[in-house]
């Protein structure tokens, strides 16, 4: 099963999936971010 990954691995496939899960953490980091500042301003701080 390793194998078959590690002969399927190219760069540019790599680069992809980086690009995709770094967008993935920052989507997630301004949801949270809007999250809290909205908490914040509806409790009146």
Known sequence: EMERIWMNFTPEA???QTELFGRKIYKNQMAHA???GYKQWKDGI
């Open 34 to 36: 809007i999250e809290y």
């Open 14 to 16: 790599f680069q992809k």
